[in-house]
T-cell receptor, first 113, second 114 residues
């Protein structure tokens, strides 16, 4: 079965610092790897994805890195802001089975002002 | 455009009772998904509709769970009879096309079975 896990359940960073959230996965056949952010009282919200044939993708203040050798995924947030405080989920998707995402347990990021 | 909406936001029921959760997807989104997060654990897939048809219900825990999407619009997820282990947050998500990684999630229904 699928197994997507996170190294740390909680992470605290100072405002303005960079954040790195890590994730390990087990299914080498996954086509996409995705990061979702869940703020308190809201549902998960898409942040960024990366296809399995890439090793890096950048968005606005976020960068996702994929290391297929060690089955590791990370999300880097530059200049972390209080609004970044949330639970971050990594997920993997086979890509062609209609969005059956396999989520990890989530990392709670707290930004300290 | 309105997002995915779920009703109710919270529900507390006794073991053995029935609860029905509702999800209104974004208009025009044929794909509708149900997920569940049991406290502290991962978000787990329950099932996927394409319009009114169940595309994949491999994640449904057991036959106490029944999902419907009559007319291909809103969907309901009924739990009957509810057990303590059914407690968790139930999320609904929708997307316009299959294969996209960007699904739009509702705020979730927090179900507590006591």
């Amino acid at each position: 079965g699928e197994s997507v896990g996170l190294h740390l359940p909680t992470l605290s960073v100072q405002e303005g610092d960079n954040s790195i959230i890590n994730c390990a996965y087990s299914n080498s056949a996954s086509d996409y790897f995705i990061w979702y952010k869940q703020e308190s009282g809201k549902g998960p919200q898409f942040i960024i994805d990366i296809r399995s044939n890439m090793d890096k993708r950048q968005g606005q203040r976020v960068t996702v890195l994929l290391n297929k050798t060690v089955k590791h995924l990370s999300l880097q947030i530059a200049a972390t802001q209080p609004g970044d405080s949330a639970v971050y989920f990594c997920a993997e998707s086979p890509g062609d089975t209609g969005n059956q995402f396999y989520f990890g347990t989530g990392t709670s990021l707290t930004v300290i002002p | 455009e309105a997002g995915v909406t779920q009703f109710p936001s919270h529900s507390v029921i006794e073991k053995g009772q029935t609860v029905t959760l509702r999800c209104d997807p974004i208009s025009g989104h044929d794909n509708l998904y149900w997920y569940r997060r049991v406290m502290g654990k991962e978000i787990k897939f329950l099932l996927h509709f394409v319009k009114e048809s169940k595309q994949d219900e491999s994640g449904m825990p057991n036959n106490r769970f029944l999902a419907e999407r009559t007319g291909g619009t809103y969907s309901t997820l009924k739990v009957q009879p509810a057990e303590l282990e059914d407690s968790g947050v139930y999320f609904c998500a929708s997307s316009r096309r299959r294969g996209t990684t960007e699904a739009f999630f509702g705020q979730g229904t927090r179900l507590t079975v006591v």
